[in-house]
């Protein structure tokens, strides 16, 4: 109750930012996109998880001005800071279904000088749950726009594979309960493995999430996962500082 009301102050006051995790591509071990996610750093409390404001900032409707917030950020960062990385943001269901989604979009790319392909929105198989009139209508506008998709978290929800094929995917992001247990359990890994190649059969992307150790970057390498995102690389950072480690990394 009284966060929600310090969350409506929370973006007046300059409290949110954006940091960015970045995603290397196994086949050249290059950087090539980075996953923004937004944080909180309250004046008391220091850094917020999203997972904890996320969502209480869905159900009170903020999450669209937060929401609207760190597209910006993140094309602003995606322009001026980080112009050779495509840029992937968040999107709750909430957002996407709101008919005014693709135009804000639209808007930012022009004030930004954005290439569409640059930037990528995350969604949750939650959403494809609800009510998907108008997502459906709205994912098709954003592939019109050359905004790319990634679906988030696979695997680990409700996703029908019809879905798969009603939906424009671009990319999809192999949820990490999957990489946590590749090393331990046969089955996470025939999961991976049947995963990528549904990806591979239906022409999407993929990246493995939540990479800790080096045996599991040994294995996806070897079923052919295309990027992986993870702490083995790099935790999630200010824009600034994923240009010094890009700058050092070549
Ligand atoms: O970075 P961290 O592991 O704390 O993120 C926790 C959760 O918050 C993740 O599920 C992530 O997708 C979500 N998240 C992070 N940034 C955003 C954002 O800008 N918008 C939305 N809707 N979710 C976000
Ligand atoms: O749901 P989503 O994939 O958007 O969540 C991304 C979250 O996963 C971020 O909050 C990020 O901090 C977290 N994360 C990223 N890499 C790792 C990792 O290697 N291990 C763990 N445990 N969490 C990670
Ligand atoms: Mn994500
Ligand atoms: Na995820």
């Known amino acids: 109750i009284t966060i929600e009301r310090e969350l409506r102050e929370a973006l007046a006051r300059n409290e949110l930012v954006v940091h960015y995790q970045p995603q290397v591509d196994l086949r050249t071990w290059t950087i090539r996109s980075a996953e923004a996610l937004v944080r909180w750093n309250h004046p008391t409390l220091g850094s917020v998880s999203p997972s904890e404001f996320v969502p209480v900032a869905e159900e009170t409707g903020l999450i669209h001005n937060i929401g609207a917030w760190v597209l910006a950020k993140a094309c602003s960062d995606a322009r001026h800071l980080l112009p050779d990385l495509r840029i992937a943001v968040n999107a709750s ?3 996407v279904q709101r008919a005014g989604f693709v ?5 930012l790319l022009n004030r930004y000088e954005l290439k569409p392909s640059q930037l990528e929105v995350e969604i949750t198989e939650s959403l494809l749950m609800e009510d998907i009139a108008v997502a459906l209508e709205n994912l098709h506008a954003i592939k019109q726009l050359g905004v790319r998709i990634a679906l988030d978290d696979f695997g680990t929800g409700y996703s029908s594979l019809a879905y798969l094929r009603r939906f424009p995917f671009d990319k999809l992001k192999i949820d990490r309960a999957f990489i946590r247990e ?4 046969s089955d996470a890994r025939a999961i991976v493995r049947t995963i990528l190649q ?3 059969v239906l022409g999407m992307d993929t990246v493995a999430e939540g990479v800790e150790e080096p045996a599991q970057l040994e294995v996806l390498s070897h079923v052919g996962c295309a990027a992986i995102q993870g702490f083995l690389v790099a935790r999630p950072m200010p824009a600034e ?3 010094d480690l890009i700058a050092r990394w070549d």
Do not use: K
């Open 93 to 95: 269901a909430a957002q």
């Open 182 to 185: 590749l090393l331990s359990t």
């Open 241 to 243: 500082q994923l240009v």
């Open 198 to 200: 549904l990806a591979r």
């Open 103 to 107: 135009n804000e979009l639209r808007q």
